[in-house]
């Protein structure tokens, strides 16, 4: 079965590491995400964007990630990633999602509490992980766009006091990263991230996993960063392998022939990822 993400988080803060939670946009990406942290004995946080919910179908999405829980020993939480609305939110968690965000990021302060707060009883009562955001992550993430000067840090002082508020489990602060591949690199505010983290004991998420450079991400994590959401670069490795077929092989016509090598190649991608974040042999 799947598991709520809150207490894997919880361990992995406190123990000075960091789960990756990927997105994914079709079964065998699933699949190779999940096979990756079965590999490694790493903890697995799945992900789907709201987009993705549309395209698949949140019971379609959840069936897999259920079959897969139950075909591994490692434990894989399957999330909600940026979503804006309940109904949403109440559609994933009846399909058997184990973790759901709700990103009221946009809205004024007072909003992002009230409508987080509603998400964080609902949640609480059935026993699942709710992640919330503070500040603007930057960039493009399914059709959320943030321009660069719109990008807001978020506030310690605000944190602190959105945690005790809300309850929530998980907090997302915005702290300079951004969604996608950066243009030169990211401006990560660590002195920020040191302050949120004295203030907040709950896992601190980092948003915009794609392109930060290694030292970087290592940086966060001994920070308090227990999460990592890494899109891009995998949807990158995945097609690039595609690509690859049908440059050589333009007539090809069999999914399992452009698919296996596209499964092979983010399942390493995922490996990768899962060493940088240190959960290797933490399942
Ligand atoms: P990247 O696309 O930069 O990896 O960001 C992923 C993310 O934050 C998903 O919520
Ligand atoms: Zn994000
Ligand atoms: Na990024």
């Known amino acids: 079965t799947l598991v709520s993400s809150t207490p894997l988080l919880q361990t992995a803060r406190a123990n000075g590491y960091c789960i990756g939670a990927f997105n994914v946009h079709t079964l065998e990406m699933l699949q190779a995400v999940v096979e990756a942290a079965e590999e490694t004995e790493s903890p ?11 395209h698949l179908g949140a019971d379609y999405i959840a069936a897999a990630a259920e079959v897969a829980s139950r075909n591994v020993k490692v434990p894989i939480a399957l999330h909600l990633d940026h979503c804006m609305d309940l109904s949403t939110i109440v559609q994933c968690i009846r399909a058997g999602y184990t973790s759901v965000m709700i ?3 946009h809205s004024p302060f007072e909003e992002n509490v009230r409508q987080t707060k509603q998400v964080v009883e609902l949640a609480k009562a059935i026993g699942i992980n709710v992640e919330a955001e503070l500040g603007k992550v930057g960039g493009v993430e399914d059709d959320i766009v943030v321009a660069d000067n719109e990008a ?7 944190c602190a006091k959105f945690v005790e508020l809300t309850g929530v489990p998980t907090l997302a602060p915005a702290i300079g990263t951004a969604h996608g591949i950066y243009k ?3 401006k990560i505010d660590f002195d920020r991230i040191a302050k949120i983290a004295a203030k907040v004991s709950v896992p601190l998420v980092l948003h915009g996993g794609s392109g930060i450079p290694e030292e970087q991400v290592r940086k966060c994590v001994a ?7 890494v899109a891009t ?12 077929v049908f440059a ?3 007539e090809e016509n069999d999914p399992r022939k452009y698919m296996i090598p596209a499964k092979r190649a983010l399942k390493e991608a995922a490996i990768e990822k899962m060493r940088l974040c240190g959960s290797i042999g933490r399942a």
């Open 103 to 105: 990103d009221a990021s």
């Open 44 to 54: 697995l946080i799945i992900q789907s964007t709201v987009g993705t919910v549309k």
């Open 152 to 158: 807001l840090m978020a506030d310690p002082d605000e």
């Open 233 to 244: 670069e995998l949807r990158i490795v995945f097609s690039d392998a595609i690509k690859e």
């Open 184 to 186: 030169g690199e990211p």
């Open 248 to 250: 050589a092989n333009p």
């Open 223 to 229: 920070l308090g960063m227990a999460k990592m959401n």
